[in-house]
């Protein structure tokens, strides 16, 4: 037997490596913050209660949406662990935004991108990939999108960046400017630093994560809601407390429903679920663009729906302080469905309920 030492050396190449996290960090000190905007409220609604909204706009990223970090830290997270070299095919299974996102950076290091999404993603979410250089695999069932992803990665001999596994994992929610640590830094100088709440779709799972992390480990007394619309998994799993639940179809509020209970969504650090019908999520989209004078996207009508509850709540009990949501990305995406009467209508979405509740709201801060 040869006492001679063995040696195995991989070919990936570390100046490449070095040269990509260079690129993206250079990206991300070109970028300033998002900006966090105040709510306008009605100033008539109460005399004896002091409340705010604010909106973390996270439309504002480069490539419009909050994915944009989560896309940041999934291209680092894999280039670290050794997953992405040169000329590596980067895979993933997004409904769009996430794929936008990951889009941008794979171009930026000059690798080749799939995004594998259902058929009826908007078509102008679709473009923005497309312009970016990445290529659209369609399927037919959002359930079909994990395993398929797999597939174009193993066959392509490419890397599956599977967002929903590695959302939680690839940020710090220490700090490093995660989207926690930037929401508390903004709101220091205002009249309630620390929000009563903090309001995000559940989505991957790794936002939601990240800040109900970071609230504990700053022993923030802030608590986290997550809001979840039709057809997706969390709430009913988080109610009743199985992980295991698969839905039978499709959420119609892109970039939030899942069909399963994604591994990034961490139920223990979340401390309330609230379920919104799609038809509340579509109005109150279209209220809070009306209100705001732009058009922002269908997730952040559901957050907003959440929101104007627990405000309606701290109303009702007398509680003055802060809620701080998410405007996740911009409704101008979603021209040709949320903001169009005639999808809407197809949907078979009654927008009239709910957006009566929306006007009572503001009429009066009661929630219905």
């Not at 949320?338 to 309920?353: E, H, K, P």
Request: with cysteine.
């Amino acid at each position: 037997m040869s006492d001679r030492t063995r040696v195995a050396v991989r070919s990936l190449s570390r100046s490449w490596t070095d040269h990509a996290i260079r690129l993206i960090e250079a990206d991300a000190r070109r970028s300033a913050d998002t900006h966090l905007l105040r709510y306008p409220l009605p100033s008539a609604w109460c005399t004896d209660v002091d409340i705010a909204l604010y909106l973390k706009d996270e439309s504002t990223h480069i490539t419009g949406s909050l994915k944009h970090r989560l896309a940041r830290s999934l291209f680092l997270y894999a280039l670290c662990n050794g997953w992405i070299g040169e000329g590596t095919t980067v895979v993933e299974a997004s409904s769009g935004s996430t794929a936008i996102s990951e889009a941008y950076f794979a171009s930026l290091l000059g690798l080749p991108f799939v995004a594998v999404m259902t058929e009826n993603t908007s078509s102008a979410k679709v473009a923005l990939i497309e312009s970016q250089g990445g290529r659209c695999h369609f399927v037919q069932n959002s359930s079909e999108v994990y395993a398929e992803a797999q597939r174009v990665a193993t066959e392509t001999g490419g890397h599956y960046m599977d967002q929903f596994t590695n959302a939680e994992r690839a940020t710090d929610w220490r700090g490093n400017n995660n989207i926690a640590e930037s929401i508390f830094a903004q709101m220091r100088d205002e009249k309630y630093p620390v929000p009563e709440w903090i309001v995000v779709g559940a989505g991957t799972g790794g936002t939601s994560a990240t800040i109900g992390r970071y609230l504990r480990y700053r022993r923030h007394a802030t608590r986290l809601c997550v809001v979840d619309p039709e057809n997706s998994a969390f709430f009913p799993a988080y109610a009743q407390q199985r992980y295991d639940l698969v839905m039978p179809a499709s959420s119609r509020i892109e970039g939030i429903g899942r069909p399963r209970v994604e591994p990034s969504f961490l139920p223990d650090v979340v401390d309330r679920m609230v379920a919104v019908p799609d038809a509340a999520s579509v109005a109150a989209a279209r209220h809070v663009s009306t209100v705001l004078g732009r058009r922002v996207g269908p997730s952040t009508g559901t957050n907003l729906w959440g929101a104007f509850g627990l405000l309606a709540e701290m109303v009702a009990a007398g509680r003055s302080g802060s809620v701080v949501t998410l405007i996740a990305d911009s409704g101008d995406r979603y021209a040709d469905t949320y903001f169009n009467d005639g999808w809407v209508t197809d949907q078979g979405l009654d927008l009239a309920g709910p957006t009566a509740a929306l006007v009572e709201f503001e009429r009066n801060c009661r929630w219905t």
